[in-house]
Structures are given as C-alpha cells and as structure tokens.
C-alpha cells in the first residue's frame, strides 16, 4: 500500500486529525467570524447561544420554545494568556450521535509547542467545550473541557498533550478528550489514551471511552487474513521474541500477561463497552522475521465479562494487516488460532489493535442505552518465526558466520533470558570469530552475576594469548617485563592489536564493577602469570578496598616484571578514597610485620606521595628504616617513601633522607636520595654538597635536583653559586659541566654565576657552551653581551651555539644586532644549507623579541607567496609577538 514518507518521520493521530480539521472548517474562516452561533434545541435539550467577546465567551441558554441570542448571558471569563488570542477564536457547531449539540471553541496560538503528532497545523491551542443543559436542569451553560490542546509538556520520549477527538458516528458525532503520549503509540502512531467521552444522555465527560486510533483510511488499505483453527498447540518456540511495552487499557494494569507463556494468565482491555481500538505494544527485534502469529483467546481459567475478538488488527511501523477469526473463540476452551502472514515482517515493533467483538448486542458502548460491561481479552500472543522448532544450542550453532540468519539467531538469543545465555557461553568456543561476536552480545544480556566466569575466564586466555609472541617476534612486556630495547639490540616490533575478546572482557567486568572482585582475586591469587597481571590492574579498577590485601598477598615472592606490575595495580588502587581505611588496617605494625619484607616496601612504594597523608604511615617507614643490618635494596627503595614523608614534615624521615644522601656508603643509594630530594626544600645545602660527591653519577643526580629546585622557586643556599661555578669550570665530565650550567642558568642571576657561564662561552664542549649562553640570556646578563656577540658572530662556532647565542641576544634585547639578524632571516629563504634554516628561525624569534619599529618592513620579503610556508608562518608570528624590549 502507499505511504507518505512523513507518516513514520513525524508520527500523527490517524482518524482524529482528519475529523478535527474537518469540523473546524464548519464554519469557515475563524477571522471572518463575528455572528454569534446558536445551536438549537434538540429532543431534551434546550438552546444555546454562543459569542466572542474581546473580555470571554459570551453564553445563553434558551428555553427550547424561545428564540435564542447571547445578549446577556453568562460571560466565561478565560485565562489571562487566552484573552489575547480570542480575535482568532472559532466557534464550532457538532451534533451528538442522538441529536444533541455542544459546541467546540478553539483559539490557535503560534507560541505554543505542538506536540509531535498532534492534530492542526504545526501549533498548539486552547480549547472549550461548550453546552446546554438538558431540559429542567438549570439555565446555566455547561463547561465540558477547557484547557490547552496540542502543547507538549515533558522531557522528549517521556511528552504528553491533551486533544479533543470529534469522531463521526452514524448521523453524528462522538467527542472524546484524551492524552497523547510520546511512550504510547500504536508503533510510531500517536493514540487517545485516558480518554472520556461526552455522554448525551447526561451532558457530561465519561471516563474508560475507547477509541479507533487507526485512520479509515488505513483499515480499509489493511491485509486481510483469516485466523485458522488449530486443534493442537503448535511447537513452542525456543524464545519468545514479541514482549509488550505498553497498552492503552488493562485491567489491573496486567498487559505483560499476553505474551508471558503462561495460557492461565490474559490481557483484558479495561474500557467501557467491546473496547474497539484497545491495543497492546510489542517490542521486536527487526533482525528476525515474523512469519505469523500464534494466538490463544480464552485463558484456561477464564476471565469474568470475557469476550473474544472478532477482527483485530496487526501493526507494524509501516504495515497494517486486519485478522478475522472465524468463530466465537469465548465458546471454545483452550482454543488455539494460527495466523499465517501474506510476507514475512521484520519490524522492532508490533501492535495488536481490537476492533470488532464477540459480544452481546449492545456491547459496543458509544452512548449505547443498556451497554453490557464486557472485557475483550487475549490470553496470549506469539510470533512464530523460522527459528520455532530449534533449541537454545541450535541456535547458538546457527550464530556461526555472522550473516543475516545468524544475527537473527542472537537477536532471538539476546531476549532468551538465562537459559540463552548459559547456551551462548557453552557453545562459545566452538563458533568462529564472527560468531563469537555475536554471541557475546546475547552473554551481555544477562546479570553480571551470570557474566562475570566467563567474562574473567576470557580475560585470562586473552591475556595469556596476548603474552606469548608470535614465532619470530620479539617478547611482549606482559612476558619480558622490559620497557624498551636495551642499548645495541633491536628494538622491539610494534604491539599487535588488541584482541577483541580480551577489550571486551574488560570492558564488561569494569561495567559490572566490585561484582567481578571474587572471581578476579581468584585468579590474582592462582592464575597463570600473565592471567594475574591482567586480573590485577582490573582488581584495582573495579573493587580497590577488595584488591589491596589480595595483591599484597599476590607480591609476596612476586619477582621482576610481575613485581613491578603487580605493584603498579596496587599503587592504582591505593590511589582510590574507597580503598583508604584498608591501606591503613594494612600499615599498622603488627599487620604489616606479618608481611614479607618485599611486600612492606611495596606497599610504602605503591603510596607515592600519597604516603604522608596516610595515618600510620611514618610508624610505618619507621619500622623498615630503622631496622639492622638492612641491605642495599631496603635501603635503595626506601628514599622515596623517606621523600614523601619529609615533605609532609616527617623529622625522621628527613633526617633518613639527609644521612643516605651524605653518608651511605653506596653510590646507588647516594644516587636515588639525590633524585628523590630535589621536592625536599631542606635537603637543598644536602644537594648542594652532594654536588661534590666523588661519585660522578652522584654528583649528576645532585646538581640536576638542585636544577630542578631552582626552577620551581627553592631559594638555594648561600654558595650555591659558587660551588656550581666551581663544578661548571673544573668538572672533567661534560654533561656534569652542562648540568653545571643549566642549574646556574635556573637560578636568580649573581655576578659570580653569570662570570661562570661567560666563561664557560670557551668550553671546548658545544653542549656547555649552549647551555651557558641559554642562562645568559635567561639572566639577561648584558655585562656580557660582547662574549655572546661573539658566538653569534662566529662563523666557525657550532650551528646550535650561534642559534642559541642569537636568541640570548634577543633576550638581552640587543639593538644593535637587528642588521645580523634581519640577514640572516633573509636568507632563509633561499638556504644553502641546514645552519641557514636554523639561524634564521633563530633570527626571527629574536626579531619579534626586540620588535623594532621598522619590523614590517625588514620581514616583508619573507611574506611573498614564494616564501617555504613555515618560514612565513614563523615571520607572522614575530610580527604578531608582543615586545619584550623597550624601543628606543
């Protein structure tokens, strides 16, 4: 059948909006509109006279006998933000089915936001339902409704509108007020819910009306099938793929009960009379194809009121198919009805809409005098598929290959519950990766209590896969432990990708959090080596208070690679708040000196800088440190808790710290205190007699802290200068005389220190010559200008020495080097070589520091079109930096 693309774009209200714009159009254009409308009296109705006015509605109700106008009637004052909109306002004449009138006055507002579907042009409006009272009740006109109509209120998917329905019926009319609801539609159709009806016998709104939500238009385009008679059940289907979603009406609310497998259990719609346009909402999975639909009427223990459908309808988004069931299927216990389908439908949703019933005269409702109450009911509904005779491992074998059948086979998996997925991961390993993909999607359904074995167990071959190397190819660090190619070897090839179960076991088990804890101590405690790496760091993620004592427990004898590793996840979870009271259960004394040593150190390791924030932490330290006889590496790895401690104002911490670096009788161990005490202020005149240290990877480690400390604000001690002075002239080591030279470079300027670097402008080293001039020019030592004007000058000098030299001059604002530096930009432009590239770029930078006055001008060449594009890139951006310099 034909269908407007908009319909499933912008879903609307099928019949009602068709009768809505229908009886709008009544009386023409609303604008032109200025008589009053009278509705005359009608069999036990009296008259009604109806005007608008500029302050409300204007209403008269009239003997029956009498001529009928507004003038002095009852004013029905509106809400404030209506009163503006009434010079727009329509007043409109329906008739009821039993000859009866009211009328319906809307006045549209642009403002407002009409709700997705509903009736009129794209806006919302107010509305009034209006009417005289029957014969002897009173002179008062009746207020039916009134309230906005079409303005969505609500968060999107969760939206909800009022609509007034005028639904033609014989020769009149039906009028219903309902809601429409973004989270129940007729698949994608907006439908009247909670609607009442206008009843003429009394003049008033009637709650538990039904209404045909499916346009004439559609019904009549429908597919018509027959319903067959089945004598016995046909063969259950493995899973049950329609689950309902929603229901207009229910009685008890129990609509889950039509599709539960249960043929005791029912769906009964819940309004008054044979409930024509009830329906229940399925959910689907498109992926499968729905060959026709199994459907049993009566429950086995019956339903009080019950009557059966005679026709009914099945909706999909954009397919409508009317069902006719032969007989009265009330009368038949435990009868079964098969519906075979003209196609095959795939579709996410699925609808079954009532429309005629099996029940007694009368029983339609619609102001029927003597309506019978009835209860139209389904015991159950189900799909039937390509897939009905095969079991859980069938279909779990038939997720092989990926293709369309074997996405079918997992959508029907994934709403197959727990026996489903028990069958997916028993049937997982002998699938093909594309079939394992699938399969795990149908796994992901269930809890995580049903996931995680199988989700650790493939975390644990993943990562075991992931440890072994393919032939020929170097160690993973998972297997070697080593960070990077060792010097004069080959470096390592290139990871390979990650493999996708080993991503997705880890994404699961961080999704369903501390419930994976047990299983990944498990196998932190007895897995294979790469299995408890990888448990490890996921332990740490998922459940840190859980993981503390068990990688302690897991580093106990750990050694290499694993140790560090397995330290690296303890660290990972030490860092977390919830893992704080365990760490420090774990720090007091008598609990950790029943530890192994290593484990101690680790633990003290793993807390970083966090270790002086710790309760009993220092007791801690202080129960390592002080022990006898310890050994090299007790006392190797215990600076850096010793740093953290003194930082947080440990004394004895500090004063471990201070003897290690100034008396421990090993260079390592003098080496690692001088690294870890650069964040230590008071160990500043300890680094700097380390500076002396006889050992020169000592003195390095020392002279780099003191670097360190300088460049973040440490005021250093008097002599400091000098004595890196001294280090800088007469060290035979070069990168000691260049760390030298950085560290006076990172210090506030003083005469001796720049006379140092000036003369170490003749060091026969090119890297302490450029580390001399970058600390002249951070200084902005001018007493020194002409010794860096001559590295700049100096032809012969080392490329990078000029570069530098260059830049310091720049820093020391050197006017008079703008000529030098205005060529050697130029030339650039057209380099000979590598230096000419470097020295410009050089020049530039020093350009925009001194930003003469004719700037513009000297880099105008380097602008042309012609020029290397980073080159002008690099003169804009001297001709965009802020000066530095004062111009003269």
């Known amino acids: 059948m034909s269908r407007s693309p908009l319909r499933f774009r912008r879903p609307r209200l099928g019949a009602a909006a068709g009768v809505i714009a229908a009886s709008a159009a009544f009386v023409g254009d609303a604008a032109a509109q200025v008589a009053p409308v009278v509705l005359p009296h009608a069999a036990g109705q009296q008259a009604l006279a109806v005007r608008i006015d500029p302050g409300g509605i204007t209403a008269r109700v009239c003997p029956a006998a009498a001529a009928c106008a507004p003038d002095g009637g009852k004013v029905i004052a509106v809400p404030p933000e209506v009163a503006p ?178 043929p005791k259990t029912a769906w009964s719609e819940g309004k008054a009379g044979a409930g024509r346009g009830e329906f229940v909402s399925f959910s689907s999975a498109d992926e499968v194809g729905i060959t026709g639909l199994g459907l049993r009427i009566k429950p086995s223990d019956g339903v009080e009121a019950g009557a059966a459908p005679r026709t009914l309808y099945v909706a999909t988004p954009d397919r409508l198919f009317q069902v006719s069931l032969p007989e009265d299927a009330w009368l038949k216990e435990s009868a079964g009805y098969e519906v075979k389908l003209p196609e095959e439908i795939r579709a996410s949703c699925v609808a079954v809409v009532l429309d005629d019933a099996y029940a007694p005269a009368g029983a339609g409702g619609r102001g029927a005098p003597s309506a019978p109450e009835v209860r139209v009911t389904i015991a159950e509904v189900t799909a039937r598929t390509a897939f009905d005779e095969q079991g859980p491992a069938a279909l779990v074998g038939a997720l092989a290959g990926g293709g369309e059948r074997s996405r079918a086979a997992a959508a029907l998996l994934a709403r197959g519950g727990p026996e489903a997925v028990e069958a997916a991961i028993a049937g997982y390993d002998k699938l093909d990766p594309a079939g394992r993909q699938l399969a795990r999607g149908v796994i992901d359904t269930a809890p995580c209590a049903a996931q995680i074995p199988f989700l650790t ?9 992931a440890a072994r190397p393919a032939p020929g190819a170097a160690p993973s660090r998972l297997a070697s432990g080593a960070g990077s190619a060792a010097p004069g070897r080959a470096p390592r090839a290139a990871p390979p990708e990650l493999d996708p179960e080993l991503h997705h076991a880890r994404d699961r088990i961080r999704r369903c959090g501390r419930a994976a804890a047990p299983a990944l101590e498990e196998i932190v405690k007895g897995g294979a080596a790469a299995a408890r790496l990888a448990a490890a760091r996921e332990l740490a993620l998922v459940a840190p208070a859980e993981a503390i004592s068990a990688l302690l ?17 303890l660290a990972l979870a030490a860092r977390s708040e919830r893992a704080a009271p365990v760490v420090e259960d ?55 808790p010793a740093a953290a401690l003194a930082r947080s104002g440990e ?70 200068a000098e004595a890196l002075a001294a280090r800088l002239a007469s060290d035979p080591w070069t990168f000691i005389r260049g760390g030298a030279a950085l560290a006076i470079g990172a210090m506030p300027a003083t005469p001796t220190g720049d006379r140092a670097l000036a003369g170490a402008l003749a060091d026969g080293s090119p890297e302490v010559r ?6 002249l020019g951070a200084h902005r030592a001018t007493a020194h200008i002409e010794a860096v004007r001559d590295r700049a000058e100096d032809k012969e000098e080392d490329v990078e020495v000029r570069a530098r030299a260059i830049l310091a001059l720049g820093a020391m604002c050197d006017a008079s080097s703008v000529d030098l530096w205005t060529r050697l930009a130029l030339r650039a432009k057209a380099p000979i070589g590598e230096h000419d590239q470097r020295l410009g770029s050089a020049a530039l930078a020093a350009l925009g520091s001194v930003h003469p006055a004719d700037l513009p001008a000297r880099l105008k060449p380097l602008l042309d079109k012609d020029t290397p594009h980073g080159l002008r890139e690099a003169a804009r951006a001297a001709l965009s930096a802020a000066p530095q310099c004062r111009r003269r």
């Open 553 to 569: 427990d897991a580093l106990a004898g750990a050694r290499g690679a694993a140790r560090r590793d397995l330290r690296a996840a």
């Open 651 to 720: 004394a004895p911490a500090e004063a471990y710290l201070r003897a290690s670096l100034r008396k421990d009788a090993d260079a390592h161990v003098r080496l690692r205190a001088a690294e870890v005490a650069a964040d230590v202020p008071a160990l500043a005149p300890d680094l700097l007699a380390a500076a002396s240290d006889p050992d020169v990877r000592v003195r390095e480690a020392a002279i780099v802290a003191l670097s360190r400390a300088a460049s973040a604000g440490v005021k250093l001690p008097a002599g400091a």
């Open 770 to 775: 450029r580390y001399a001039l970058d600390g």
């Open 457 to 465: 167990a493939r975390l644990a071959s993943g990562a075991a896969s």
């Open 85 to 262: 909109l009434l010079g727009g306002a329509r007043v409109v004449s329906v008739t009821l089915a039993d000859g009866k009138h009211l009328a319906r006055i809307e006045a549209p507002a642009a403002g407002k936001p009409a709700a997705a579907g509903a009736p009129g042009a794209g806006s919302g409006s107010w509305a009034m339902l209006l009417a005289a009272p029957l014969a002897g009740k009173g002179t008062e006109p009746i207020v039916l409704f009134s309230g906005w109509t079409g303005v969505a209120t609500g968060e999107h998917g969760e939206g909800r509108s009022d609509a007034l329905v005028v639904e033609p019926l014989g020769s009149g009319s039906r009028v219903l007020v309902g809601q429409l609801r973004d989270d129940v539609t007729i698949c994608g159709r907006p439908a009247l819910v909670g609607a009442s009806e206008v009843d003429p016998r009394t003049m008033t709104l009637v709650k538990g009306a039904s209404v045909q939500n499916l346009s004439a238009e559609e019904r009549r385009a429908a597919g018509k099938v027959v319903a067959e008679r089945r004598d016995a059940d046909a063969a259950a289907a493995a899973f049950r793929l329609l689950r309902p979603t929603a229901a207009s009406s229910a009685v008890g609310k129990r609509f889950a009960e039509i599709a539960d497998g249960d």
């Open 586 to 640: 774990e720090l007091q004394l008598e609990r950790l000196r029943a530890r192994p040593e290593d484990a101690q150190l680790d633990l003290l390791r793993a807390l970083g800088p966090a270790l002086g924030r710790v309760k009993g932490g220092g007791a801690a330290f202080q129960a390592l440190a002080s022990a006898g006889g310890a050994p090299f590496e007790r006392r190797y790895l215990l600076q850096a």
